[in-house]
């Protein structure tokens, strides 16, 4: 059966930022530049000549206003987008998309209009044509400016759109989430092909990264979020919703990553506050407790703090070191597994069969990693 095909966003929504200033600008442009006067037409009198310039010119500005904004009222509708990429438009736009579309779409009907009875008017006006076309591009601008309030949103439509991973609904996928610093984005860079950034300070990662595992035919994706902290999810800012859109809305298994070290950038008992957060978005039988940085921790330690996840609910923990790259195979494995047995597919098997010519599953030269 052929697979299905890998979704992105930039694939439903390809638009460019636009605003009020960057129209206004670009109309006035289109209209002082030249225009070709057909034959047939120069050798009218000078008034018809006159006519037919400034008709062109209109025409060539109401091109442009609809194409332009008709292209953003031909924007997908939010439902009818996959519900993740329909959430991080949402954060983005503040909930105003399909508002934004609405009013497109209103004025590019509005000028239509217009421009039918300022053609006929423009072309039957004579020595007036240069002041009934000038007319009609003012009236343009004030429309876009009335009816079109919302277009500076493009901006953050076009940016989530480009930077929004594309992402394979057929293949299994694992999030990767927790608090800033505890370690998220090194170990995503040590099991797949995502490079993202990491730095000494909270929200290293502003988007949601895509990396990728391959082995044989078997490709796992693996997603790095921003980190959440702890609050509510009213109070939360644009670069923590967007992890938690991806925890929300897509078909996957869940690496909750702590940092139980005695020197962690937040506290445990903040981690743990987070991890009831994640727990109510997704549900506890999604979720695999990864303990990081496990070669900064004393056994007794790490020990006590196993126990207080455990009496949570949580049965099992893998406890690796990302930077070291101690255990990091062993967190995919059981990941593969919880997802299977969610699922009802086999990936696990897949991964042992793909990776059974060598020494070990942990060994780093079993996997190899490619780009989509």
Known sequence: MEEEAVKCLSDYINIEPQTLD??????????????????SIAMKPPEKRRAFRY????????????????????????????????????????GNYDELRKQASL??????????????????????AKKISQEFVGRVVSI????????????????????????????????VAGMPQVGKSTFVKAVSTAKPLTSPYPFTTKNVIMGHIKLGELVIQIMDTP?????????????????????????????????PSPDSYYTFEQQLTVLTTVE????????IIVFNKIDKV??????????????????????????HKINVWSAVKVALNVFDSLFGTNYLELLTFYSSSTTSIFDNSSFSSVST
């Open 22 to 39: 960057s129209i206004r600008k670009r109309i006035l442009e289109i209209y002082v530049e030249d225009v070709n006067i057909p034959r």
């Open 55 to 94: 008709m062109l010119k209109s025409e060539k500005v109401f091109q442009y206003v609809a194409t332009t904004v008709g292209k953003i009222a031909r924007l997908p509708p939010k439902e009818s987008l996959e519900p993740f990429y329909a959430e991080l438009i949402d954060i983005a736009t503040q």
């Open 107 to 128: 004025t590019v009907k509005i000028i239509s209009s217009m421009w039918k009875s300022y053609r006929e008017k423009i072309l039957n006006s004579g020595s007036d």
């Open 144 to 175: 876009i400016k009335r009816k079109l309030k919302l277009v500076s949103i493009t901006k953050d439509i076009s940016y989530v759109a480009k930077n929004t991973p594309c992402i394979d609904f057929s293949k299994p996928l694992i999030i």
């Open 227 to 259: 980190g959440i902290l702890d609050r509510p999810l009213d109070e939360m800012n644009e670069i923590e919703k967007r992890a938690v859109a991806a925890l929300r809305n897509l078909k996957s298994v869940v690496l909750y990553f702590m940092d």
């Open 280 to 287: 109510s978005l997704v549900g506890r039988d999604r979720i």
């Open 298 to 323: 004393d056994k007794n330690l790490l020990e006590s703090r196993r126990k207080i996840v455990e009496n949570m609910g949580y049965s099992s923990v893998v406890e690796v070191s990302a930077l």
